[in-house]
């Protein structure tokens, strides 16, 4: 079991950047892939990206490649978005998840992730 708690969001305006952090309590972060997921007032949770249990795989929605990237750092516990030539439709609350699958073929089904954080607040102003 493990607690995500995020943060780093914020008021931007577009094309600019910001970076969220999710940091995992205890040493068993490791052993989940993990996601970041998104949902604005009004819509369905929308998947935005995902890497595996190591960091070597990386899976991007199509909106969000080559401006997002995702990363990890095991050894502190903590997964990253770096997000960059940010728009206004990516203004949403950032949600950061994870996965016991680390082969999960369903990864953009927030349903099948087995932890949430509370989210951060991103607002991209035009």
């Known amino acids: 079991q493990v607690q995500l708690i995020e943060s780093g969001g914020g008021l931007v305006q577009a094309g600019g950047s910001l970076r969220l952090s999710c940091a995992a309590s205890?040493?068993?972060?490791?052993?989940?892939?993990m996601g970041w997921f998104r949902q604005a007032p009004g819509k369905e949770r929308e998947f935005v990206a995902r890497?595996?249990?190591?960091?070597?795989?990386?899976y991007y929605a199509d909106s969000t490649k080559g401006r997002f990237t995702i990363s990890r750092d095991n050894a502190k516990n903590t997964m990253y978005l770096q997000m960059n030539s940010l728009k206004p439709e990516d203004t949403a609350v950032y949600f950061c998840?994870?996965?016991?699958?680390?082969?999960?073929?369903?990864?953009?089904?927030?349903?099948?992730?087995?932890?949430w954080g509370q989210g951060t607040q991103v607002t991209v102003s035009s």
């Open positions: 890497i595996s249990r190591s960091g070597n795989r990386a």
């Open positions: 205890g040493r068993t972060f490791s052993t989940y892939a």
């Open positions: 998840a994870a996965d016991l699958d680390d082969y999960n073929s369903d990864y953009r089904r927030g349903t099948l992730y087995d932890h």
